[in-house]
Every structure is written in structure tokens, then in C-alpha cells.
């Protein structure tokens, strides 16, 4: 094996038990994708003929009428918006985000008012779309959609997220119910969803998902659904698009990654995965003040994580700071640390290359065990990681 690129650069190599992190470069691109940019890199091609190509391949995935590839699914958010307020007039469209019509608003509940690195409502204001929240964090009724449409609604946006609050809010059956009976067209942001069929089959006018996550493409997003919707928002590529544009090996990439994903070896991959799960689970059990659980995904996509409760008491060490002591070594860790104020963080095996389940485990055991050798507890106060967490992005090239 030649030399691993990252050290060459100067940079850590990353052990990635988070999952698909835009910060940690998202996933490991697969053979076919790369073949695929490399073989188009050198070559000029016609990009909208190439688009449509991507149309048919998308069409074939998701059972929509039509797609094609942008920049990232956060794009494919602002680009859907955007050709739902402007329909096919190019000189609305050039005007973005300002608009010369009313009908800009733009539903969305107020428990998917997310981030996922940005905020989903920015990529809707950006696209000229005026947000109406609708119900409250924890609850949307019925009542609150129906209110909320009005002869200025222009779209509905529906997230499926482990972000998103997951008790109290309307399905998508529902939300289209009520949407469609109103002319309300749906966008659905299913960024990190393995399902390329199931949104549109449930009656959403647009899907978008990623192509640099579970599809394992270059960076980019990828949109499908209704004809018309989806030609509006190619459109945009003529304005607000531009910034979001991607080139013919992010095309050709994408749709690569797209029929690979229809070939790959599913239930391969889900044994590799239960077997790295099986193996940290060994490491863990039995470890005072440590609880290893397998659970599944919060969205019902076929992956396993383990979830690592830590009692400070016991471990002498709290979950943040073994966190920090596993990203800290000669070959960081990074663990999936979102939850991590309720005294856990999960270990997510979806991004690993073969044999690295074994250092993941060798790492959690030896800072485990240095943990509960010393007589002193390791804790750091947990409103440190809040007060510094934008201390190096704010300190960033140096
Ligand atoms: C990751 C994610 C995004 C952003 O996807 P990109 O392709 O990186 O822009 C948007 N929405 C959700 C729900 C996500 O999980």
C-alpha cells in the first residue's frame, strides 16, 4: 500500500466512528465513482446533455420523472425552493433572492428547524423563500399546516433527520395530504436517507439526498422528482445555482455512485458492520461504569450503532472527556458525540476501513483502563465544550 496521503499533507489520520461528517470529508468514495472521474476528468463534454443522462439514471433510482446532480443536497434545498417560487421565468430567476411576487413562503415545522453544519431555514432564505414555522417544537397538529397555507405558499419542506425532533410532528403521508389538497407542492431534504424510493412513493413532489453520504459519490446532491419542479429548479443554475455548481466528474461521479448503490453488496457490508459492533461490545462489557448498547438507527436505515454510556463515577472519566482522549492520539478517533451531555456517545461502524475496528477498540480499552487505574476523576466541566467549540474555527488558517 503506497503511503497514506494524509501524512504527506501533514494532516492526523482520522479514524472516522462518527458517521458521515462533511467536516471529516463524508465518506469513503467507492471504486466505481472514482473510475468514473477519472475516466471524464480530461474530456469536454456538453454538461446539459450529461445532466440528462443523470436525469435518467436518477429517474430509474427513485421513481420520479426526472433529476439531476448539484452541489450538495443543501443546494438541491435552495435550488427546489427557488424553482418553486419562480416557475421557468429566467428574469425571476436572475433576481433571486430578491422576488417580485408574494408567493415566497415556505413551510416548514418548527421541530425539523435543524442544523446539519448550516441551518436548513438558511438555505430556503437564501433561495428568496420566506419561512412560516409551523406548530411548535414538539408539536405540529393538523390544524397548524392547514392555517399556515395560504395564496402566498409556494412550497412545504418536510426533513427526515436523526436531527429532527422524532414525537409530535405530522408524518410526510399527512403533511402531503394536506399540502397537495391546496396545490402545495413537497420538498423532501433526505439528505442521509439509504431509501431513494420511499419519499417519492409517499407523494412528495422532490426528494434530495447526498451523494457524498451512505451513496458513497463526490461531493455533491442530488435531486429527483416531478418533471416540471425539477426543470425549475435546473433552472436556477442560471442564478443562485452558479455558486452551487458542480462539475461533469461530480455528474458522472454521482452517477456512478448511484448504479453502484444498486449492485453493492448490501448484507456484506451489514455483517462487517454487526461484527465490529460484536467485537467493541467484547471490549466494553463488563468495564465498571460502562454500558455498551446496539441500536438501530433512528430513521429505520439498515445500520447498528453502539451506543457508550459512560458513568463518571465509576469510570473516572466522564463521556466528553473520553471523547477527547480518543480524538487526541497519534491516530484520532472521532467518535459521533452529539448526545454527549447526557453522559454518551455512539460509535458508528459505516465508515470504517477494514482492520480499523480493532485500533477502535484497542483505543477505547487502554484509555478505559488509564482512566480507572488513576485515583482522580477526569472531568471537565461540561459548558467548557460549548464556550470553545468555534475556538479553532474562529482562529482558523492559524
Ligand atoms: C447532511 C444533511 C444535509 C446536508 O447535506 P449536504 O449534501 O452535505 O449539503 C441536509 N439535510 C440533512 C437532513 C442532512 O443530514
Redesign the pocket.
Known sequence: MSADIRTTLGLRPVINVSGTM?SLGASIVVPEAIAAMTAILPHFVEINALQRQASAVIARMTGGEAGFITA????GVSLAVAGTITGPDLLAIERLPETNTEKNEVLLQMGHVVS?GAP?DQAIRIAGGKVVMIGQATSTHRYHMENAITERTAAAVY???H?VVDYGLLNLKEFVEIAHARGVPVIV?A??EYDLKIFLAQGADIALY?G??FLGGPTS?IVAGRKDLVRNAFLQNMGIGRGMKVGKESIYGAMAALEAWETRDHAGIRAREAGALALWKEALDGRPGVIALIEPDPTDNPLDRMRVIIDPQEAHITAWDLAAALRSGDQPIIVRDHEVEHRYFYLDPCNLHPGQEHIVATRLAEELDKARASNAMIATPIEDLSRHRFDGMLRWPD
Request: glycine fraction near 6%.
Open positions: 462533511t450538495s443536497c443543501s443546494a446539519y436548513v426533513v427526515v433527520s436531527h431534504d439528505a442521509s447526498s457524498h453520504k446532491g
